[in-house]
Nanobody, 117 residues
Framework: QVQLVESGGGLVQPGGSLRLSCAAS?????????MKWYRQAPGQQRELVAE???????NYADDVKGRFTISRDNAKNTVDLQMNSLKPEDTAVYYC??????????WGQGTQVTVSS
């Protein structure tokens, strides 16, 4: 089962940018995984932010379209989330998620993103 470690979170002012990265280990078949970024704000349910399939098809939540970009590097076993034009409502813990074609899945531990002046 793949292990996931997120990095890149922090405090940023409104309108700023952050790049989150998720490093995967424990599998030689990272390129076969569908990868997703979720987020969870205090008191709210975890929600899907962006996803990228093993065929590089991407999908975004409506409120991040045009601002966030998901990408993956199968040679490095990483998936990134470039976040631009950040808003206070983007404040949340961001989680990386991996799902294999066999139905197995893994979550990372999360990284905090705070957008505040």
């Amino acid at each position: 089962q793949v292990q996931l470690v997120e990095s890149g979170g922090g405090l940023v002012q409104p309108g700023g940018s952050l790049r989150l990265s998720c490093a995967a280990s424990g599998s030689s078949r990272f390129n076969a995984y569908n990868m997703k970024w979720y987020r969870q704000a205090p008191g709210q349910q975890r929600e899907l932010v962006a996803e990228i399939s093993n065929t590089l098809t991407t999908n975004y939540a409506d409120d991040v379209k045009g601002r966030f970009t998901i990408s993956r590097d199968n040679a490095k076993n990483t998936v990134d989330l470039q976040m631009n034009s950040l808003k206070p409502e983007d404040t949340a813990v961001y989680y990386c998620y991996a799902r294999s074609g066999y139905g197995t899945s893994s979550w990372g531990q999360g990284t905090q993103v705070t957008v505040s002046s």
